[in-house]
């Protein structure tokens, strides 16, 4: 599918689509809803001065599908796009971006990641994984700036350790942008000069 904001392609299994009355997505348990409210992820966000907001690299991709699992995630697909050439089937070893299951499955991974490492955290930064993240965004604020350049550390390392990689880091503070690595950072704020540019006024999941 192309994103037309965003001037992107992304891969997208339609899961529901049906054959014969059946889809993968009327066969698969959904599993719980481990997604925080919207409303309080947007209120919590607004509690403190200076805010930080990153995304999860591809998420759903991070997280593997158990080795008995994959044979339902059978595909076909023409090699290098030839429709010429023989059929080849392959299978998804990760959750996808389509499957009804997926959001479950990979917010339970991430919050498991932020309880098995909770003892080598200030609960701060563990209770962020679990309560300021809407599915891939998380929305932090802070009252200061180093408490909020010390979570942004603290929070890669812990996400790290279950595979997740945080990037697309923006703040409205200079300080917080200048401690993270410009490769890391979202591309709006890439090529500003710090010391000059004004700040861009940026969106929250959309609003």
Not at 147 to 158: F, G, K, M, P, S
């Amino acid at each position: 599918m192309y994103h037309a904001k965003k001037g992107t392609l992304r891969v997208v299994f339609d899961c529901g689509a049906s054959f014969k009355g059946m889809s993968l997505n009327s066969q698969l348990i959904q599993g719980p809803d481990l997604t925080n409210s919207l409303l309080g992820v947007l209120l919590r966000f607004r509690q403190e001065v200076v805010a930080v907001m990153a995304d999860i690299q591809a998420m759903y991709h991070q997280v593997k599908v158990t080795k008995q699992d994959v044979d339902f995630l059978r595909f076909l697909w023409w090699p290098a796009g030839e429709l010429t050439q023989h059929l080849t089937e392959y299978r998804m070893i990760v959750h996808l971006f389509g499957a009804i299951s997926s959001p479950s499955c990979a917010s339970f991974v991430l919050r498991k990641t932020a309880e098995d490492n909770r003892a080598k955290f200030p609960v701060h930064v563990t209770d962020t994984i679990k309560h300021n993240f809407y599915v891939d965004d998380c929305l932090k604020s802070l009252p200061s700036e180093a408490e909020a350049i010390a979570l942004v550390r603290d929070l890669t390392t812990v996400c790290q350790l279950g595979g997740f990689r945080l990037v697309k880091w923006i703040s409205n503070s200079r300080s917080v942008l200048e401690s993270i690595d410009v490769e890391k950072r979202a591309k709006e704020v890439k090529q500003l000069n710090l010391d000059r540019d004004n700040l861009p006024v940026e969106r929250t999941l959309g609003l």
